[in-house]
């Protein structure tokens, strides 16, 4: 997630500068035919205009429901943050277990939830055969060194015992597995009776809620923006963006033949307003990669962590996870 209030130019500059000299020297060489051969390379603007506005109210479209993407992906991690405190508070309050310490049920159970989130974070950022992960965006963040991951053998050793990390890192979905044992630890406690009735029914419907959740970004994740929409918003703004020229050309020549090279700097700014929008609706239909504009799961997650160690009294807290060059993971 991009944290300033203003976009760098540096960063603009990346996303735009090559499309910028393709269409400094599209129309150029558009002009230059035009005014050295006395032949106006052009027709009515009217075909173009009505392109325009079709295109324009298409990419509109498309904009929206990938912002839609983003911010349901948003929401969810908001309610995993959500019942990831009252998990926390439930679980520190009423089990009633003798035992304390780091091997307490109490601990147990935090530590795999804060495994859980992480479980989830990991898998969510990996890569999908329709995402490509070689945009500007990926290369942003790799060119900054901006590390958003650790293994997930590496994640899974350091809250939970070697064993219970090993088996859950040889499924096809630990998260799932994590939580499926968060389910059996409650129903243990109480069956011991170290649990009242009614707040082990709260807390089962705190690990359905984790699952629903889940299941909702794993929705985003797995279902990629529809292709039919995608594809054909980038092939209608570059139809526009290729006959723009010609229209303002034809609009321009009506001034006098040397006005026809204001065409270029008119063309620039209109290719490259409408190029960004498309671009724009792109790097938002997945919100869970390891992009700039992403949602920022390992801000979340250390949330998270920090927060449920907190209520177990833990000393060794680790530091929230800030923004490195305005980016945060």
Request: hydrophobic letters at 45%.
């Amino acid at each position: 997630m991009y944290t300033a209030r203003e976009i760098k130019p540096g960063i603009v500059l990346s996303f735009a500068w090559k499309t910028l000299l393709f269409f400094f020297c599209y129309s150029a060489a558009l002009c230059g035919i035009s005014a050295w051969s006395g032949v106006t390379l052009g027709f009515s603007f009217v075909p173009i205009g009505l392109i325009g506005t079709a295109v324009a109210f298409y990419v509109g479209f498309k904009n929206n429901s990938s912002y839609e993407r983003l911010w349901e992906g948003r929401r969810i991690w908001g309610s995993i943050v959500n019942a990831s405190r009252t998990w926390g508070a439930l679980t520190c309050t009423y089990i009633q277990s003798d035992d304390t310490g780091e091997g307490s049920v109490k601990a147990r159970l935090i530590h795999r939830h804060i495994a859980y989130v992480n479980a989830v974070r990991i898998q969510l950022r990996s890569k999908s055969v329709w995402n490509d992960l070689n945009t500007v965006e990926h290369q942003v963040v790799e060119k900054q060194h901006i590390t958003a991951d650790q293994s997930l053998p590496d994640m899974l050793r350091r809250f939970l015992p070697e064993e219970e990390a090993a088996y859950y890192g040889q499924r096809k979905n630990p998260a799932t597995h994590i939580m499926r044992a968060q389910a059996n630890d409650l129903d243990e406690e109480f069956r011991a009776g170290r649990i009242k009735e009614l707040f082990y029914f709260h807390m089962m419907n705190l690990v359905q809620e984790f699952y629903n959740q889940q299941g909702a970004a794993e929705r985003i994740k797995n279902f990629p923006f529809p292709r039919q929409y995608a594809y054909f918003s980038k092939v209608f703004v570059w139809l526009f963006i290729t006959a723009l020229p010609f229209g303002l050309i034809n609009e321009f020549a009506k001034l006098g033949n040397p006005y026809i090279w204001l065409a270029v700097p008119s063309y620039i700014v209109i290719a490259w307003v409408f190029h960004t929008m498309e671009i724009v609706g792109d790097t938002s239909e997945n919100p869970f990669e390891n992009a700039i504009n992403d949602v920022p799961m390992t801000s979340i997650c250390r949330t998270i962590e920090i927060d449920l160690r907190e209520m177990l009294r833990e000393t060794d807290i680790p530091a929230p996870v800030t923004a490195v060059n305005n980016i945060l993971m």
